[in-house]
């Protein structure tokens, strides 16, 4: 291996926090105009399309099938063109798609611009921003992925803005002007999205380059953690991979299942008004935005399996709450407990992920990962909107989920981080040239 110098000379403001803000922003805007948004359309189209709640949350399940299945070429996406041409192109998808959504009149059509959606949603969502943001941080990476995902509850709070203009002048005025933001808002964010940090001359959390690392006793070791890495093949062939997934899609049913279904609950099931329930919505995602900061924190000093072990436990407590309780006090509680426990385990996901398998192919893993954990997402909203279709309130189909959250706890606390991949004699030669290359450095 060659002597280690300098990438480039060194600017003044580390890059990576700018890709930070970049994420947030995309999360910020899908958040608010479609995910945590979509239980007031469900309100909108049952009442006046006649659409059953079972059906409308098929085509939120459609979403959810179509980022899973096409996880792995995503990925594959993400790693040959690169983090910014892929979000590009999925703002314009989802643009096109909420157009498409503003003039459905059946189900078909439903389906159709629902599946357009979900693919704009996927390219420009969750898995590329975190691709993007996994490689500029090592020490840092709970807080950075915390961060980002702070934009999820502020879009959260924008929701009593979008049902008071559902009401005042249609979810199909409200979805055209929703489009138009996701271009004029969405396109200057993707500029922020920068994928390695090596061809901006920079290094992990704002480190300096070698040299001067060495100057100022930073190790080598710490700047190379995020260097030894598993491929997707070698993650595949781990536990730890499929344990996370499997903890993964149980939180999600849960998410899912909430976030279509929580403002039909409040409004039809409970009696209270449409803008009331957004309240709600808001609530949840504000203290969800306390949990990132709490839970981003934590995870950079406290073991993670005991932290998302925990909130899943948590997630469990609120559903029966919110199943059993009556009044706007359980509805309160819910949204506390809730949203909590959804901040702090949300980004400790992918750290956990970068953690045990690296960051060079953390795009195709995470790809590949979605396909286990998409079966949460794709079970929660049907399973909860069937029953609820069936017996006509949702405290069994909360029951359940309330049940398997607090049974998927224990995947997290039988988590290890897996073994490094079997190459060892390239990672011989490799030590040995950077262990060389620090004496040289020192010298």
């Known amino acids: 291996m060659a002597p280690v110098t300098s990438l480039q000379p060194p600017r003044r403001r580390f890059l990576g926090w700018d890709t930070v803000v970049g994420g947030a922003g995309l999360q910020l805007v899908q958040s608010a105009l479609f995910f945590q948004s979509f239980g007031i359309y469900v309100v909108a189209w049952t009442e006046e399309l006649g659409w059953s709640r079972g059906a409308i949350s098929a085509g939120f399940a459609l979403v959810t099938l179509l980022g899973g299945l096409l996880g792995p070429f995503h990925g594959m996406l993400l790693e040959r063109f690169g983090v910014r041409r892929v979000i590009v192109f999925g703002l314009f998808v989802l643009a096109a798609g909420l157009m498409m959504l503003s003039g459905v009149t059946s189900l078909t059509t439903f389906y159709l611009a ?15 921003i975190t691709t993007a943001v996994v490689p500029w941080f ?35 005025t409200t979805l055209q002007l929703s489009a138009g ?55 595949l062939r781990t536990r730890a991979f499929w344990l996370l997934g499997v903890g993964h899609a149980a939180a999600l049913l849960v998410v899912s299942a909430v976030t279509v ?90 750290s956990l992920r970068a953690d045990y398998f690296g960051a060079s192919h953390f795009g195709s893993i995470m790809g590949a990962s ?41 995947s997290f606390w039988f988590l290890a981080p897996p073994p490094p991949p079997l190459r060892r004699s390239s990672h011989t030669r490799q030590d040995d040239d950077e262990r060389d290359t620090s004496t040289r450095v020192d010298t």
Do not use: C
């Open 114 to 128: 629902m599946a357009l959606s979900g693919l704009g949603l996927s390219a420009s969502g969750f898995l590329s």
């Open 138 to 172: 090592v020490r840092r990476r709970s807080t950075a992925l915390a961060l980002m995902s702070i934009g999820i509850s502020l879009g959260g709070l924008l929701v009593p803005l979008i049902a008071s203009a559902v009401v005042d002048i249609g979810w199909r």
């Open 181 to 235: 933001i996701v271009l004029l808002a969405g396109l200057p964010l993707a500029v922020l999205m920068r994928r390695d940090p090596s061809a901006y001359g920079q290094l992990p959390d704002g480190e300096v380059d070698l040299r001067t690392a060495a100057v100022r006793r930073v190790t080598p070791r710490r700047v190379r953690e995020s260097r030894i890495d598993h491929t997707l093949a070698e993650a």
């Open 261 to 350: 279904h929580l403002v039909a609950h409040v409004s039809e099931g409970l009696g209270f008004s449409l803008q009331l329930a957004a309240v709600a919505v808001a609530l949840l995602t504000l203290t969800s935005a306390v949990g990132y900061l709490f839970g981003g924190t934590l995870g950079d000093r406290i073991d993670k399996r005991i932290l998302t072990g925990a909130a899943m436990i948590v997630h469990g407590a609120a559903l029966l709450v919110l199943a059993w309780a009556p009044g706007w006090s359980a509805v309160v509680t819910f949204a506390v407990l809730h949203g909590l426990a959804w901040g702090v385990r949300g980004p400790l996901m992918g």
């Open 370 to 410: 979605m396909m286990v954990f998409m079966v949460g997402q794709l079970a929660g909203p049907v399973l909860v909107g069937s029953l609820a279709d069936a017996l006509g309130d949702y405290r069994l189909g909360f029951t359940i989920l309330a049940a398997l959250a607090i049974f998927a706890s224990v």
